[in-house]
Nanobody, 124 residues
C-alpha cells in the first residue's frame, strides 16, 4: 500500500518557522517529482513548491519565494519544506504529493500519490 504521511505542522506566530516532512512507504519515490501543495479555507489548492527527482531543479510559487525551501533526501524521506518568515496568509493544510511530471510541474493531475495533509496555522 502506497502511503505519504506529512508531519511538522502546527501553530506558529508570524515571523516564525516550521519544517514539514513527508515520509513515504510502499513505493520507491526517488525517481518521482515531489511537490508541496496547500489549501486555505475557502480557496483552491495551490502548488507551493516542487523538486525534481534529482533534487537539482526546484520551483516556488511567487508567494513563498525567498521564504520557503524544498529539499529531498531519497534515503530517509522523500521531501521536506522549510518555511521561514511565516505569514498569516500561509495558514492552510499542506499536502505532499508524488508524480511523474516534469520539472516545475504544478498541475495536480500530474501527481498520482497524495498525503492526507498537515495543518499549518500562523497567528498574527
Amino acid at each position: 500500500q502506497v502511503q505519504l504521511v506529512e508531519s511538522g505542522g502546527g501553530l506558529v506566530q508570524a515571523g516564525g518557522s516550521l519544517r514539514l516532512s513527508c515520509a513515504a512507504s510502499g513505493l520507491t519515490f526517488n525517481r518521482r517529482t515531489m511537490g508541496w501543495f496547500r489549501q486555505a479555507p475557502g480557496k483552491e489548492r495551490e502548488c507551493v513548491a516542487t523538486i525534481s527527482w534529482s533534487g537539482v531543479y526546484t520551483y516556488y510559487a511567487d508567494s513563498v519565494k525567498g521564504r520557503f525551501t524544498i529539499s529531498r533526501d531519497n534515503v530517509k524521506s522523500p521531501v521536506y519544506l522549510q518555511m521561514n518568515s511565516l505569514k498569516p496568509e500561509d495558514t492552510a493544510v499542506y499536502y505532499c504529493a508524488a508524480g511523474l511530471g516534469g520539472i516545475g510541474e504544478t498541475t495536480e493531475a500530474k501527481y498520482d500519490y497524495w498525503g492526507q495533509g498537515t495543518q499549518v496555522t500562523v497567528s498574527s
